[in-house]
């Protein structure tokens, strides 16, 4: 089955540097989701990508979904310590409607 | 608005009870899933369902059991808990499977003992 892996596992950076997260799929996805989870908190909706070469940004953070739509990435600009948390890559199963989620990278963020 | 809640938060059972995790939606969202969070293992899929009567197994399934009587609703209970379930569960929901966002529950922390 459809398989998402993330890298890195973890990342811990100053306070102003950049981050960034990749995600790559086995398989072609129809679409990726990225969410954000801060720490004892549950998985937040950030943003849908569904075209091919896409990029979408959100004040610092900038997401791109590859040409072949198997790879994604999520870059964060001048990292504050309130981007402090997990953030996943998803793409949908097999079945079309269930999530498939990558294991996350945690973003610590030190002042 | 309550969206969806998770009950209870936290749990301790001990090995071979069953507990049983309750999922509440109000927006009529016709999909909902279940999901359990382990370290090194992020979010994994174990039930998700389409609509009411209609199931279907995730990634890890076994010793689990769901349940989906009314579309607000979907339980999931382990029949015979065991320390390796001990995890953190969170039960989601989206109304349109594909291109629509899932929305977490506050999730319930489940130890077996």
């Known amino acids: 089955g459809q398989q998402v892996m993330q890298i890195p596992q973890y990342q811990h950076v100053q306070e102003g540097e950049d981050f960034t997260t990749y995600c790559n799929s086995s398989?072609?996805?129809?679409?990726i989701q990225w969410y954000k989870q801060r720490p004892g908190g549950h998985p937040v909706f950030l943003i849908q990508?569904?075209?091919?070469?896409e990029v979408k940004k959100q004040k610092r953070l900038t997401f791109q979904f590859g040409e072949a739509k198997k790879n994604s990435s999520l870059h964060i600009t001048a990292t504050q310590t309130t981007d402090v948390g997990t953030y996943f890559c998803a793409g949908f199963s097999n079945s079309g409607y269930a999530l498939n989620f990558g294991k996350g990278t945690s973003l610590l963020v030190t002042p | 608005d309550a969206g969806i809640t998770q009950s209870p938060r936290y749990k301790i059972t001990e090995t071979g009870r069953q507990v049983t995790l309750m999922c509440h939606q109000t927006w009529s969202h016709s999909y909902m899933f279940w999901y359990r969070q382990d370290l090194g293992h992020g979010l994994r899929l174990i039930y998700y369902?389409?609509?009411?009567?209609?199931?279907d197994k995730g990634e890890v399934p076994d010793g689990y059991v769901v349940s989906r009587s009314k579309t607000e609703n979907f339980p999931l209970t382990l029949e015979s808990a065991t320390r390796s379930q001990t995890s953190v569960y969170f039960c989601?929901?989206?109304?349109?499977?594909?291109?629509?966002?899932?929305?977490f529950g506050q999730g319930t922390r489940l130890t077996v003992v």
């Open positions: 989601a929901s989206s109304d349109g499977g594909r291109i629509t966002e899932a929305f």
């Open positions: 398989t072609t996805l129809s679409n």
């Open positions: 990508l569904v075209k091919s070469g």
């Open positions: 369902s389409a609509a009411a009567d209609i199931t």
